[in-house]
Structure formats: C-alpha cells, structure tokens
C-alpha cells in the first residue's frame, strides 16, 4: 500500500514539475509578443495584433554526450531587458538604424540558454550553451509551425550533382500551397510565407559564424518548416568548375563541432503587414555583430566595369580582345572617362590552380599602375579553394601591388567549414585594407555590417543566368526578391544591360547577352537593388553608345543615407526612393505585366529639384531599348503618372535647385 501511494505522489510531483511554464515578450508597440512554453518541450508562439501566426514551434538542440537540450526541463532563470539605441551603419542603405526592441532570456536547468528579441517588424530567437569543453552539435531543431498559412515563395536548392548540400544558391521562386511543396527537399532561405490579409513573414538567419547554414524542408504535418543542416565535412577532393572547388567526398554524423561556450546563429523572422514594410526593413542590421575593424573610412563603395558577362566583346579597337592586357587597359579607360571607380579582371588572369601564377599575357602590375594613373581600382576574381590555399601569400602579394580587392567564387557550400572560410577572409582582407565580394554563396547573414570590407554577395539568380537560362520570367523574379532575398543583405545582381528584350524577342546569347525588359528596367535596377559593389555588367562598347544611359547609372551612388519604401506587391511591382547627401535617386519595376502607378514626392523636403527621368518609350513593348529621358522641376507637393510597359521601368535623379 505504501509502495502505490509514493508511486501516486511521484507521478502527481512529476505532473505539476512537468508542467507548462510560460513566458510572454512583447515589441515595444506590443504588436507583436512572443509566448514560450517550457515543460517536456521547448515551445515558441508568434502572436500579430492578438492572433496567432506562428506556432507552437519546438527549439533544441542535440549534443553529443550531452542529450538533447531543451527537452523534460525546467527555467532556472529569466532575465528582461528594453533597449532603444542607434546603429551606425556607414555601408548600407541608410547611415544608421534604429534598434529598438525588447527581450527575454531563458537559463534551462539543461544548460542551455535562449534569448529571444521583440521588435515591432520582426523575432529573433538565439541559443546559447556553456560548456567547458569542445562540443559536437549532432542537430539543431528548429521547425517553424504556420498553422493558417498556406501559400510559401519557395526557392528551392538546386544541387550540384557530387554532393546534395552543394549548390550556388541561385534559385527562383516558387509560389506553392505547403502542401504541394515536395517532401524533403531543401529550400534555401529567405523563404517568404504568406500569413493571411496581406501579412507576410520571411523567415532567414543571422549571426552565421562557425556554425552550418540553415535550410528548411516542409515538415510532416505540412504546416510550416523545419531546419535542415550540411552534415561536417571529413574528407575532400579538388574538382568541380576547372579545379577550383573542394568536393566533399564523407560527411559526418554531427554538423558543428565547436567550442562549448558560446551564442549559435539567430533565427529570424521579419513580419509585415503590408508589402512594402518589407522593402526596408533592417532586422539583420539590428542583429549582426557590431564592427569589428575599426575604422572604415578606407572602405570605398563603388561601381565596377565588368568583363566576364559581355565576354570581353568589345568592337572598334586595333587589338584583339579577350583576357590581355590591352583589353583590361580598355576597361581602365571606360572605367575613368565614365566615374567608374573599379575594373574587375574576371577567372582567366592567373591559372587556375594558383592565384600566384599570373597568365603571361596579363602584365598585372602594368594594368594596375595604369588604373592608378587613372584613378580606378583593380579587383580580382579568385577561385574559394586556390585562395583558401594560398590566403597569405595572395593577399600580401597583391595588396603590396595596390589591388582593391576580391571577387571569391565557386564556395557553393555553407557548411561549417565553408562558413569559417567566410570569416577568415574577412579577417585577412581587412589587415590588407581589401574589399571582398562573395560570389557562388549563401545569402547574407550580418558579416557585412561585422566586417563591412564584406560589401557585397550574389545569392541571387542574376542577370549573368540569362546568358545560358531558359527561364522566362526574370522581370517577375526582379520585383520578388527586392520582398525577400534583399531583406538579408545587398544583393550582386549585376544589372546594367544594354540590349533589352521583350519576352518574345529574348533568346540566350553567350557573348552578346540580352536582358529581359525593358532599358527602364535595368536602369530603375541600380536603385532598387542594394549592392555597395555594384558591377555595370555590359561591355564598354554598348556603353559608349548609349551615353545618357551611362552617365544616369554612373551617376547613382551605391550607399545612401536614407531610404523610402514607396509602393509595392510582391511579384507584380516595387518603387523605392533613396537619398545620398542632398540628391534622391528613384526606381520603380514591374513584372511582364504593364501597370501605371504613381509617384508620390513627398518624400522630398522643401524647396525645388530638378529631376532627371527616364521612363519606358511608347515603343517599349515592341523594343525594350525604347526609352525617353526627361527634365523636369519637382517639389514634395508634385505626384507623377508612371506607365510601365511590359518587363518596364521608370527611373529619375533628384537634384536641389540652387
């Protein structure tokens, strides 16, 4: 009898210890809180204006030797704070951001800790844990439930076929109900879910340092997302694109091993209610780390002429183009008659298996004191596995010969490994005072503002894919990603085309590549498109003849102090306005739809400016290098008429009038 009554008591202590704790956090407006329920499971709710959107949601994390974190515990301790600061941001779209939020964080009897922040356009939540010695992250649970949500833009992984976690992160949309997504694929994140009335979340991360990149595959109940993580490396092979790449060949059973203490990746959401809140809304900027170089007056963004798209095809010259010396001279001289501030000399300066082995037709040194001369800066493209082999000697070599940085291609990983690679280079090319732009990569996750040497990354299905694509929509792709994969950082789209196609008209050509839409469009693209590094990807030749386009792109600055969303739906249009010391630049773009819409200048702030505008031609349906370029005054009292035509643009710079 005795035995059944301490079992019964037992049993009653266990219920009530097991019992659900829970913890709300609310944004500072209070639109948004936070509920975390802690008992067998570790549990997060999203709450919008009362109702829920996300959630339950299971958070852990599985450690080697040490069980699975965040399961059968309790909260040992819960900690509050508000903040209410300003960000610097010196290489961004605006000189600095608001960072106002409130948090919570939880210490589990387990060790593992959970800091969650409030903001009133978006949540984070980041784990913790403190262990003395080297851990083995074995998996990390994250599985995002949407219980009324039914319709994703899913951009899924297309695979490199030697490794299912290989990929260049390059992939369009997908507009799917969760159901009709497919089972265990992988999903690359920014991933946008659509939340009911015009609210939307887009669910990426933050922080990514010496940890595995997350992607998300529909979980089994097919109402929302878990994460998926590249299993650690344990052993590689040279190949992939002409040697350049590290194939892994084994993948262990864990996805991190790393030191015990210390803070994992922040896991993100941004919420709208309405579209254009999505347009500029600066969570990662909130959640990156802070500087770490110190100064960055030395850091100079900047457009760059760019040889690798037009296939060096430039005409009218007594020398024969390609990969020479005489033809990156060209481009010194386009870059410097135009205010272009860098040349890049795209794969084919060095061979292929050392970037200290320089071509003998290249006279490197030769090309860089004529860019000096001339006031341009070289940077150089650099295959990840080479660089990653020779990284002190390639940048001590050319830095000392005045080189401004690099563009590193072909990661196409974001495992562990590939991440620290990341970092290193940031590290080292800051030493050096180098620019760094990430090609073949992952999406942004905050380096940027941590490093902001880091200026640039592609991510994103650029203009270089209609070169070989038979994707026919990239004006529809154009006004998605500004909604979603711009959220995570800039963005190397390499727009600035000067044939412009409509869609019946377009086909992929190699070395006198074409864009999809109209002129306007690809115009309208050096606004729209954040990119402190932004490549004017057409040859010198199309430029040449086509000066009032020329000089209106050179013209546009690629950092702002200042930004306005002004109108915009995902998938059909966007309109954006944005400041640079006294000047305004604007761009809008639509879909292969046609569509008027307004532009409402009140933005601007008292007094006269004179604006220059480019809008689609009566003709740009039929031709997409139709355009008409105009002067007129403007004041914040003036609203304008923007018919775009199909695949179309609309394009102006706003000066004061003295």
Partial sequence: MKKIVLSLLFSMFAQVWLQAEEHRVQSPSGIIEIRVNVA?????????????????????????????????????????????????????????????YNQMTLALRDGLGVVFRVYDDGVAYQLNTSFKKEIHILDEEANLVFPASEKAWVPYIVPRPFDPFSTSFESTYDVLKLDDIVADSLIIMPLLIELGNNRKAVITEVDLEEFPGMFLTINNQRNGFRGRFAPYPLEEVRGGHNNLQSIVTQRADYIAKTKGTRSYPWRAIAISQNDVELLDNDLVARLAAPNRIGDVSWIKPGKVAWDWWNDLNITGVDFRSGVNTETYKYYVDFAADNGVEYVILDEGWSEQESLLQIKPYIDLEGIITHAKNRGVGIILWAGWLPLNEEMDKVMALYSKMGVAGYKIDFMDRD????????????????????????????????????????ITFEGVYGLENVKWTDYLDMPLYDVTIPFIRALAGPMDYTPGAMINANRWNWRAVHSTPMSQGTRCHQLAMYVVFESPLSM???????????????????????????????????????????????????????????REIEIDFSFLKDGRYEAEIFRDGINADRNGNDYKRKVVEVTSDTRIKVYM?????????????K
């Fill in 645 to 657: 035509a199909p695949g179309g643009g609309w394009a102006a710079r706003l000066v004061p009038v």
């Fill in 40 to 100: 067998d499971r570790l549990t997060w709710s999203l709450f919008l204006n009362g109702d829920l959107v996300m959630g339950p949601s299971d958070i852990s994390l599985s450690v080697q030797n040490e069980g699975v974190l965040g399961r059968n515990t309790r909260v040992r301790r819960v900690t509050r704070q508000s903040i209410n600061q300003v960000i610097q941001t010196p290489v961004y779209r605006k000189s600095s951001v608001v960072n106002h």
């Fill in 536 to 594: 004017m990807a057409d040859n010198p030749t199309h430029y040449k003849r086509e000066p009032e386009s020329t000089a209106f792109i050179a013209s546009i600055p690629t950092v702002f102090n200042q930004t306005v969303a002004l109108s915009g739906k995902l998938g059909e249009y966007v309109a954006i306005a944005r400041r640079n010391g006294a000047d305004w630049y604007v761009g809008a773009m639509t879909s292969w739809e046609s």
């Fill in 415 to 454: 495992d562990q490994p590939t991440v620290e690679f990341y970092y290193r280079v940031a590290r080292k090319a800051a030493q050096y005072k180098q620019l760094v732009n990430f090609h073949g990569a992952y999406k942004p996750t905050g380096l940027q503002f941590t490093y902001p040497n880091v």
